[in-house]
């Protein structure tokens, strides 16, 4: 019986248009030595005016097959990770799953922040092991540019767009060897969109005081976000029965490199080892785990049989790790 999954596909798309630290200082009062020293990043993608969250999602989930080797019309599943949807309803998934043509495929969305891949994992590998899923479409995409305060500084410059997926197939062998999920919502006020949904609908009012864009306590989630980080993750770790000398590569959320470099050291893991997308694409949310897990894939540095760690924090808060046997 093959009650275990495997990814057997990967893919990832990035807007075309390129946004400097130099761009942003014509912006915002910053400077691109900031931003580079205090969060790592040197430029990200923006997504296109006509570009909503499903278009970018679509390309990735494209790429993902093409690698994969299936069909759209062989995918009986289609979750999407994001807070970024094109609209509330209908699901970010069911436009997806029109776009590619996947039209036996049952399609929702799973909302986590940036710890959604990781959720939308952990709801996938559920579906499958009990036997109904065989090809299932995991997508995680966001156009956060497009709830962004272009005023302000402390979120502007971090926040970017992208999209990244994977294809999910039932095998016998044991690949995703542990996961943990966990939640604070104590913590919600640290990051979220405040208006726009049934506590603040939308009004004059919200517009005029840029209540649809997301709100970040910055550093107060940073101190969080290493402890958080570091302890799924060494759970993680422990879980699986390894050690963290066993760990190939590395795949934090892309937030901030220093937090990403905090978190290699509490756990164990050498900086060579972290796998790095922050500098080029800065903090596409639910995206940056399963780009950087694209992008280590096609350029070789994943290899069957290694021991990849995935990681992730994010509004809810909400967190989450796993360690997979590629
Ligand atoms: N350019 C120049 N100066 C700035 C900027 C900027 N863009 N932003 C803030 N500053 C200033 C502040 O005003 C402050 O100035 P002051 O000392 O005169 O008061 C100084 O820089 C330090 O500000 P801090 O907020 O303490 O800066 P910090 O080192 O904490 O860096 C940052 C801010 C990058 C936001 C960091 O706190 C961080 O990365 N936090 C975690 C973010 C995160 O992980 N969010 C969760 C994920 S978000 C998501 O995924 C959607």
Redesign the pocket.
Known sequence: MNTEIRIVGTGSYLPEKVLTNFDLEKI????DK??RE??GIKERRIAAEYQATSDLGTEAALRALKMAGISPAEIDLIVVST?TPDMFFPSTACFIQKNIGAKNAAAFDVMA??SGFLYGLATVEGLVRGGRYKKVLLVASET?SKITDWED??TC???ADGAGACVVVPDKEKHLLSYNLGASGEFGHL?YMPAGGSRLPASVETVKNKKHC?K?K??E??KI?VRVLAEAGMKAIQEAGIKPEDISLFIP?Q??W??MKACARRIGIPEDKVFITIHKYG?T?ASTIPIALDEAVREGRIKEGDLILLDA???GLTWGACVIRW
């Not at 915002?28 to 400077?31: H, K, M, N, R």
């Open positions: 915002v009062d910053t400077s900031w931003i205090r969060t807070i922040a940036c956060l500084r402390g410059v971090l926040l990051l997301l970040m910055g550093n989630l940073f976000a959320h937030a901030n220093r937090i903090n949310s924090f994010g509004g």
